[in-house]
């Protein structure tokens, strides 16, 4: 079993950045991939980054690639997102989510987001 929160999350200007945590208890958490997804005010949710249990393999959606960096540091049972250069269309609630598989569309556990807003 694994628990995930994020935090991190708040307001923002348009051109600053975020750094969001997403922190894990279990004593397994370098066996689990953990990906961030997001979803904006009426949209559905999107894929944002994908960090591999090790993290030596990382996969970026396009709108993210240049802007955000996804990192994990297993001793602290915790996974980063750093955004940068943040856009009012980045306004969302950040989810992260983990699972066993790496390639997977389905991930068994679910933190229940952070709030993201970005001003123009």
């Known amino acids: 079993q694994v628990q995930l929160v994020e935090s991190g999350g708040g307001l923002v200007q348009a051109g600053g950045s975020l750094k969001l945590s997403c922190a894990a208890s279990g004593r397994t958490f370098s066996s689990y991939a953990v990906a961030w997804f997001r979803q904006g005010p009426g949209k559905e949710r999107d894929f944002v980054a994908i960090?591999?249990?090790?993290?030596?393999?990382?996969r970026y959606a396009d709108f993210a690639v240049g802007r955000f960096t996804i990192s994990r540091d297993n001793a602290k049972n915790t996974v980063y997102l750093q955004m940068n250069s943040l856009k009012p269309e980045d306004t969302a609630v950040y989810y992260c989510?983990?699972?066993?598989?790496?390639?997977?569309?389905?991930?068994?556990?679910w933190g229940s987001g952070t709030q993201v807003t970005v001003s123009s």
């Open positions: 989510a983990a699972d066993r598989a790496y390639y997977t569309t389905a991930y068994d556990y």
């Open positions: 960090i591999s249990g090790i993290g030596s393999n990382v």
